[in-house]
């Protein structure tokens, strides 16, 4: 199994396919260090549902396997994290089309100002 995913990861890191993400279990142990304990942090850009992986982390640190139902809701918080970050890419592609449209409108707009003869 592992030797049919790790190709299939590899093309997902290159740079090319942005648009994919990887969530294995490396990830998501990572992820719940971090975020576990974010009151020690005290950042103010938390996700939305971070509580989850407290409940996670304390499991981790006891030494326990985390079960299935809280494994499930922390992947659904990876997934709705991907989601969001997702969301202000595509905001932030928008934002920067609408600044280039509005650029060549007003070069355009120019040009014609420019060709017009004055009326005497």
Not at 14 to 21: D, E, G, I, M, Y
Not at 49 to 54: L, N
Not at 78 to 96: C, N, P, T
């Amino acid at each position: 199994e592992k030797q049919l995913i790790s190709p299939l990861t590899r093309a997902v890191l290159k740079p090319q396919r942005k648009l994919f993400t990887i969530l294995s279990r490396d990830n998501v142990l990572l992820k719940i260090r971090e975020l576990g304990n974010p009151r020690a942090k005290k950042s103010d850009h938390l996700p939305m549902f971070y509580e989850i992986t407290e409940a996670a982390k304390a499991l981790l640190d006891a030494g326990e396997e985390i079960p299935c139902n809280l494994m499930s809701k922390v992947l659904k918080f990876m997934l709705l994290q991907i989601k969001a970050s997702d969301k202000h890419r595509r905001e932030a592609e928008q934002v920067s089309g609408a600044v280039a449209d509005d650029g060549l409108c007003m070069m355009a707009h120019s040009k014609k100002v420019a060709g017009l003869k004055p009326i005497l």
